[in-house]
């Protein structure tokens, strides 16, 4: 096959995968309005029994446990009528009467997700974060609990978090990019020994990206490890190049297995305006960095990041094996992952 038959292949190859990507975005689409249409009427109807129910509390679970028998034989082609779900249905009605926008925002997700929110998170704010990051994240209720039991809502909204994004950023951007930081990072890398350097930490990470893709959040693609760029014609080595669809731009990760010194922030710095220069195009944003260390003190990050014009964070990391075997069969495939660059880089080609 000549040089040029290679060519047309590969452009072929490419251009189906960016068809099939715009097809399958078509058909998400449409399942999701479907699924919000049918979600929304059955959370209307767990309401209203929810109402009768609480109603008749007087009761007792006598009433509760006849519903359910009649239910079920009258509806036998229905599911969701156990005496565990009516009461479930309850719990919905009393939640939603004390928070008059939990009924709204929770159409938005499942049923089995609203109720796994009800019962583990008591905080009015914290369970509208878990409602808008699973619509917004398509969490399945596996990741979900997941989520919660890290305590992403700490780690994500409440964590320290030191950088320079208001200053270095324009808004939304920068909000955008304060919002996807977390500390710490919980990586689970059980192919991690237990005394390792940071080449090991990459390595680990590289194997499990698709777990680590996960931690990072929704809209990380991951491009490459160790990615060489050129300056002055020396050779330099990227720890890890993301490319984030949602912000539009570069994301620079340099990990380091121990704690934050000031210098790491210069060479992060290096870094990023290599990548705005060599990397970037006019349609994307600037490139972010993210530092992600055994540990940091405040001052510290706070000194170095002060007079940086770049936008750089810093976060800490746990390694943990806290994935349960449901989540990691359900991540998606490796040819998911890299769909997204495949496309992106067409688009480059086009430009």
Known sequence: MSNKELVENNMQDREFKKVFSD???????AQYDIFKGANARTLSLYYTIGKIIEDNAKWGNKFVKNLSIRLK?????????SITNLKYMRIYYLECQKDKKLKELSIKIPWSHNILIL????DKKQRQWYIEQTELNGWSYDVLGFEIKSDLYKRQVLGDKPNNFKRTLKAPQSELARDMMKDPYILDLSNL?????????E???????????????????????????????DEYFIDMLF???????YIV?????????????????????????LLKTENDNPSIGIILCREKKKFSVEYSLRDINKPIGVSSYEISNILPKEILEALPTEEDLNLHIDIDENEEDNN
Request: with cysteine.
């Open 73 to 81: 034989v009258d509806f036998q082609n229905m599911k969701g009528f």
């Open 193 to 201: 020994k237990e005394s390792y350097i940071e080449t090991e930490l």
């Open 23 to 29: 097809i399958k975005y078509e058909i998400l689409n």
């Open 203 to 233: 390595n680990a990470m590289v194997e499990r990206i698709k777990t680590v893709l996960l931690e990072l959040g929704n809209g990380f693609s991951f491009v490459g490890n160790q990615y060489r760029i050129e300056v002055d014609g």
């Open 119 to 122: 019962s583990k998170i008591k």
């Open 243 to 249: 490319y984030h669809t949602k912000l539009h731009c």
């Open 253 to 277: 990760v340099e990990l380091k297995n121990t704690q934050y010194k000031p210098e790491y922030a210069g060479k992060l710095n290096f870094y990023l305006s290599a990548v705005d220069d």
